[in-house]
Nanobody, 123 residues
Framework: QVQLVESGGGLVQAGGSLRLSCAAS????????MGWFRQAPGKEREFVAT????????YYGDSVKGRFTITRDTAKNTLYLQMNSLKSEDTAVYYC????????????????WGQGTQVTVSS
């Protein structure tokens, strides 16, 4: 059974940085893609970034391109999201997700989800 556990959220000032982690367990993830999504109060869950677990190729949502970086450590089975130049509009609960197959940007493409971690950016 795949389990995903996020950590690293918190309160940060605008312009600051934060790194989220997602510990993945339950199987090997070759052939999988991992993603980060976020959901602000009253809004739909939004795609942030995705990575091919085996090859490390990445893709980003327009709102975070150039500020966020998704990486993975295959030895530790951990996914990361480095967030720089944070803005108040980045405030949301951040979720990591996993799917068997290529990178994807739609929430319905992912079958495994973590419980989420809160990120709050104060202006």
């Amino acid at each position: 059974q795949v389990q995903l556990v996020e950590s690293g959220g918190g309160l940060v000032q605008a312009g600051g940085s934060l790194r989220l982690s997602c510990a993945a367990s339950g199987r090997t993830f070759n052939g999988y893609a991992m993603g980060w999504f976020r959901q602000a109060p009253g809004k739909e869950r939004e795609f942030v970034a995705t990575i091919n677990w085996s090859y490390g190729s990445t893709y980003y949502g327009d709102s975070v391109k150039g500020r966020f970086t998704i990486t993975r450590d295959t030895a530790k089975n951990t996914l990361y999201l480095q967030m720089n130049s944070l803005k108040s509009e980045d405030t949301a609960v951040y979720y990591c997700a996993a799917r068997r197959g290529p990178r994807a940007t739609d929430t319905s493409d992912y079958g495994y989800w973590g419980q989420g971690t809160q990120v709050t950016v104060s202006s």
